[in-house]
């Protein structure tokens, strides 16, 4: 049998480019597809049910594409709705197909950064309402003493494209004194929102030397690496090509300039249209 499954990408809009690109990076060798939500985002701040919905139609649309495996990089996607299809979706839909998400490989990883012991996290209302990162730190790395912080504005700064405007870097650097304003001994952030590396620079002028800036999508790329190696029932199954198919919900020529702009090469999307 040839195989013929890709690697489906599933993101609110722009942020989940920094993902897809460290995966192809790592991974240089497969089929990809990406689908960015852009139309509806940001997902932060909407509902459980609401991003259940979203996720399951991501899902969806990419297993009609022909992905075997879907990687949610969107950690509101993650956190709201990752179990529950994983638990009672996918059983039904294609018990054979997996779905995979950004919060746990940051999890695991985490630890390793920090000497002090305190890690401030960056994300998404929903992330940080969910308490997903504190659950899962709380049994993977329970030593460490964990700040969150929620940044609301940062997505719809980052898809309108006005991160770098004065409005937005002041309301970027509120958010980041008000992290480090609960414990300044932290050493170690972690962007808990695959959008938030595009701001990484204005990031790290805020940050200077008080903390290391963790971006997930390396973390992403070496546990999905290692994960292929660990199941080679799904590896078999992946297509070899090198071929990434783009699409978003969002005008394509919208998408199509700030996209090529982070991904690093040119970008060309098709629009498409969900409920």
């Known amino acids: 049998m040839i195989a013929q499954g890709k690697i489906g990408v599933f993101d609110s809009g722009f942020g989940g480019l920094t993902v897809l690109r460290s995966i192809v990076e790592e991974l240089p060798d497969y089929s990809y597809v990406y ?26 649309f990419l297993f009609n594409q022909g992905c075997e495996l879907v990687i949610f990089a969107c950690n509101t996607a993650s956190a709201k709705a990752l179990r529950t299809i994983q638990q009672r979706d996918l059983p039904r839909i294609a018990p054979k197909k997996r779905v995979l998400g950004v919060i746990r490989p940051s999890t695991e990883e985490i630890a390793s950064y920090t000497q002090s012991g305190n890690v401030g996290i960056f994300g998404t209302e929903g992330t940080v309402n969910s308490a997903s990162y504190l659950l899962e730190l709380a049994k993977i790395s329970p030593l460490l003493s964990v700040y969150q912080h929620a940044c609301p504005l940062w997505v719809p700064l980052i898809e309108e494209r006005q991160y770098e405007s004065a409005a937005g870097r002041m309301i970027i650097a509120t958010d980041v004194e008000q ?7 932290i050493d170690t952030v972690l962007l808990a929102c695959t959008h938030y590396p595009i701001i990484k620079s204005i990031l790290e002028e805020l940050i200077g030397d008080r903390a290391k800036i963790i971006e997930q999508g390396p973390l992403v790329a070496v546990k999905l690496k290692e994960y292929l190696m660990r199941h080679s029932e799904m590896e078999s199954r992946l297509v070899r090509g090198t071929k990434i198919d783009f699409f978003t919900s969002e005008r394509s020529d919208y998408f199509n300039q700030h ?17």
């Open 259 to 275: 996209a090529t702009d982070i991904y690093g090469a040119p970008i060309t999307a098709e629009h498409i249209q969900l409920s």
């Open 35 to 60: 689908f960015g939500d852009n139309a509806r985002a940001p997902y932060g701040n909407k509902s459980f049910d609401l991003i259940y919905d979203y996720a399951l139609e991501g899902m969806n």
């Open 179 to 185: 992290l480090f304003n609960k414990n300044a001994k």
